[in-house]
């Protein structure tokens, strides 16, 4: 079935380890993005990604890198988790970056960070 | 000022009524306007883009009001199913995907 996939479902992590969530899409789409949810806050942009090989900051991207060796996948890595990044995290996708491109997510990351 | 705003709700209305919300963003340079459904630890879907001119999608209406800024989201005949948080969207610069979400509006139709 075409669409994202987001790894793990959820996750409980304590302060200070090292963590990449996985994201994978087989739409062949060019353009990927991170986001976290946050309650009251709604959805803010991490990193982007507009084609394979290129990456960019998003609104809130201190204590997370990215990478995009490839079409399909987009990883996220916290470095050195903080209890501040307890979230939920939607990885999506998008057939270009033009304005009018919807954004297609996958089913979410839940993670705590203790 | 938040660069999207929406009323958080919650909306509590019965079956069959007409819920109508609306949404105000900061940059008049904002190119394009997106409804977003998402249901309880469900991922964002897209609902429907918001055109210059307003579209229909069945019971959904979707309006675009440039000069005052907003656009809203107009539900008729509701169903117990439109239970939902709908998320207004905006796309802030041309040719970037730079799409800034309001916080979403909580919906509950009630039998």
């Known amino acids: 079935i075409a669409g994202i996939t987001q790894a793990p479902t959820s996750q409980i992590l304590a302060a200070g380890r090292r963590m990449t969530l996985r994201c994978t899409q087989d739409?062949?789409?060019?353009?990927m993005y991170w986001y976290r949810q946050d309650l009251g806050l709604g959805l803010r942009l991490i990193h982007y990604?507009?084609?394979?090989?290129?990456?960019g900051k998003g609104e809130v991207p201190d204590g997370y890198s990215v990478s995009r060796a490839n079409t399909d996948d987009f990883p996220l890595t916290l470095a050195s988790a903080v209890p501040s990044q307890t979230s939920v995290y939607f990885c999506?996708?998008?057939?270009?970056?033009?304005?009018?491109?919807?954004?297609?997510f996958g089913n979410g990351t839940r993670l705590t960070v203790t | 000022r938040k660069e999207v705003e929406q009323d958080p709700g919650p909306f509590n209305v019965p079956e069959g009524a007409t819920v109508a919300f609306n949404c105000t963003y900061s940059?008049?340079?904002?190119?394009?306007f997106f409804w977003y459904r998402q249901d309880c630890r469900k991922e964002p879907k897209l609902l429907m883009s918001?055109?210059?001119s307003g579209n229909e999608d069945g019971r959904f209406t979707a309006q675009l009001n440039r000069a005052s800024q907003y656009i809203s989201l107009l539900i008729r005949d509701s169903k117990l199913s439109d239970s939902a948080t709908y998320l207004c969207?905006?796309?802030?610069?041309?040719?970037?995907?730079?799409?800034?979400f309001g916080q979403g509006t909580r919906l509950t139709i009630n039998p």
């Open positions: 969207v905006v796309n802030l610069v041309q040719g970037a995907q730079k799409l800034v």
């Open positions: 918001v055109y210059s």
């Open positions: 940059n008049s340079a904002s190119q394009s």
């Open positions: 990604s507009n084609t394979a090989g290129t990456t």
């Open positions: 739409m062949r789409h060019n353009a």
């Open positions: 999506a996708s998008s057939l270009h970056q033009g304005a009018n491109s919807p954004l297609h």
